[in-house]
């Protein structure tokens, strides 16, 4: 097979950022280009100040700043990054469509088509092209027609080569993944692929398929990892009315190696910008191809994480004598989980538009995220003008701020440094009784009701 000597990835995110770090540092052989239509987002990459790096991941900056400008490199020259690679990962969002048919459901595609556009007009000699973005299954189909009816008469050989990252631990993750998967049809551009990954990965582990498999592959794992959650978030409300104990079930359950006991943990529900965006997708698939129930079957673990959110937000309306108007309310966390600034479909967003609607006043402290980032995500709900939301939600900098004066704390985020808080002093500044409400089952109940807190955790 050709040996890759450049790699050229479009898309800067979450994604390309991390993953061609890592191939970058694990490749010293290999040049790698990340280009983005974004300028703001290559110069944060490029910003001599790693702590403005558009990406927070455990180790990232570490990385970068081993190989950048050695044999990572970040740029908006396009063109010329695709121009000069002999291989070029497509890593563009494929959000939700929020138009036309499918609205609400499908994968919006349109960004791919761009890059299979810009690409088989620029390429002029043969290019190896790797989906890298999660995509409907028979997109690989779709990009070939583009290249090769728009090209210069160069071959254009497909793979596809889904992510499985998680955020928060995006680093580990891609140094030790449980498998490498990459489907395709040209046994050479496959080959030039693992020999890429066997730099740092065991050849057991690199896993090769057909297109469409590996295609369906990434929307299925992202289906049952999901649904694992909805699965436990769903017996959580059955603990809450029964004494039963989520986490003891949770254990009891997990510790039978068919089931395993890893994603079990119950939520306030899962966020993140995956699942919610690939199951909507496997839907809209499977309806397409006139498969009702199946459909349907997959669209209930979406339904059960829009109740458990609305549960929890319901909670606490009750539990605060059935009215949040004119209240504070802190909430700890607004990320999606710990360990990112990514608050994409972050339960926390949900949860503050429900207890706005109710009139709450909401205080939020995040270790990462900035207070941008959460009016951006509250104005993008359209609930509500967006000096209203300024007027109503304050956003502040230590978590004593955050909870001065506040009749509940929310707990959204699972952030380690919330379990080392002074919660005596957190107490006594708080109106009471002073509650808290546990979406992430993250702080010691006994520790908590000893201080003289009304603790409310999920599934308890
Ligand atoms: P992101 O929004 O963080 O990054 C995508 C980037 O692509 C943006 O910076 C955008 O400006 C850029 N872009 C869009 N169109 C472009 C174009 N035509 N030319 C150049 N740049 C362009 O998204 P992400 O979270 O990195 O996700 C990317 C893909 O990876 C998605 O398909 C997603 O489903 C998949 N994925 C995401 C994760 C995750 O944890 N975030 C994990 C696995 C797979
Ligand atoms: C997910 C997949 O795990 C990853 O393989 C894929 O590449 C991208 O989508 P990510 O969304 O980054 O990764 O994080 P993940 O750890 O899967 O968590 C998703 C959401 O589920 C978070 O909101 C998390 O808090 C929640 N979750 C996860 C639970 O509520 N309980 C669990 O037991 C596990």
Redesign the pocket.
Known sequence: SKTIKKICCIGAGYVGGPTMSVIAKQCPHIDVTIVDVNAARINAWNDKNLENLPVYEPGLSEIVEEARNRNLFFSTDIDRAIDEADMIFISVNTPTKNYGKGKGLAADLKYIELCARQIAAVAKNNKIVVEKSTLPVRTAAALKSILDNTGNGVDFHILSNP???????AITDLINPDRVLIGGENENAIAALVDIYANWVERSKILTTNLWSSELSKLT??AF??Q??SS??AISALCEKTGANVDEVAKAIGMDTRIGS??????V???????QKDILNLVYIARSYGLTEVADYWDQVIHMNDYQKHRFADHIIQTLYNTVSGKKIAFLGWA??KD?N?TRE??AIYVADYLLNEQAEITVYDPKVSAERIYADLDDLNSRSSDENRRLVKIVNTPYDACDDAHAIAILT?WDVFKTYDWQKIKEKMKKPAFVFDGRKLLNRKELEDIGFKYYAIGE
């Open positions: 992510e499985f990252l998680a955020e928060g631990t794992a992202n990892l999901a694992r959650v436990i978030n890893k994603f079990l943990k119950a939520s529900g899962f966020g993140g910008s995956c699942f999606f989980k990112t990514d972050s339960a699972e």
